[in-house]
């Protein structure tokens, strides 16, 4: 940290030098500095969304999301227990993209011909093209996992697999609304000039990513979108070419909530169920859940029905020892079951501590690319 005069109102404070842009405590004016030379420059293009929510209604907004999902609504507020609620005003690089993608490739004949002319004659060429504009939202943080969730925001209608962080500020912000807007604006329309009293109590993040990095990040982005959507009108594709036009970037804050709640059931489950806590993002604007997570998943059902299956094979196994050889068959099919419900439990848990590990090594690759 490094005593700095604010450019702007010429006050004296504490700064984190390593940020990209520096954001003053007492006028909120935002500037960056060079180092070599000690120039500073005021950055005007710096907006804030602000925080509308509180603590007590996110977590009432929890709760509403538990109850949606519960078949038994009455059930949620004895056996889901809020542990953790923090929010925080995230930096974020939105870049106003226009991208134009042109596509070629093969589609299989849907009735193919009884005798065949020659290789490759059941498939017809198909192209085409398409272009949309987004307002892309780029993480203005180096470490893009600080913060769970924060690479999962985009989940696209179209049935595409994401490996990007990036995400439509405009599509994202205005889904998992689970009461009435408090505004009819967008969050896009209703950014402030930056300003720490719209934060409304949340803790702001510092900018440690720059222009050029964010707009780099968010043509790779677009154009891994748009070779996922592409692939979906071919069976193989053989050219891809996407143009990207970029309109402009600005600087935004936007405010996010994160809650976890852990599941104690009350019924029979409780004794095969170990509970875990859970996480959810709302974004801090209209309170829409963004992201969430189940109280129990798949890779938990099997865990639970492999534990079942164990404790019925040794119960069927001792009937078929003490009454009737007949148990034993049951006995064998149950231990069946448990072995292969096992054997999806772990596989279910080494595909996520592999996705785990490949988000932990780019971000260890990006951080050492930058200290080359």
Known sequence: MYELACPACNSSSQYDVSDYLL???LCSATFSLERETGHKEVYND?????????PVQVK???????RRLNHRQDSVDSEFFISDISGLSAPFWVVSIEAHTVWKGLVQRQHRRQIEAKFGSDYLIEQGQFKRNYRWAVSGRHNICESWGMTR???????????????????TFSRGQLQDAKSEKAAYESREFFDFKFSNGLAILGVQVSEEEAMRRAKLHVEQ????LAKLNVDYLT??????????IQLIHLPFWYASYVYKPQTMLRHFYKPKEKKLILEGYNSGVLIGQLPIHQADKIGVNATICAIATVVFLVFGLVLHKAFLLVALFSLVIAGISAYLNISAKQDSDAVASAAN????????AKVV
């Open 23 to 25: 954001m003053c405590p």
């Open 225 to 228: 979108y748009h070779l996922e």
């Open 361 to 368: 090594r780019q971000i260890d690759e990006a951080d050492l």
């Open 239 to 248: 050219d891809f070419r996407t143009e990207i036009e970029i309109a402009g």
């Open 46 to 54: 710096h907006f804030i969304v602000a925080n509308s929510s509180n």
């Open 60 to 66: 009432a907004l929890v709760l509403e999301w538990l």
């Open 153 to 171: 925001l985009h989940e696209p209608k179209e049935p595409v697999s994401v490996g990007w962080d990036g995400f439509p500020l405009d599509s």
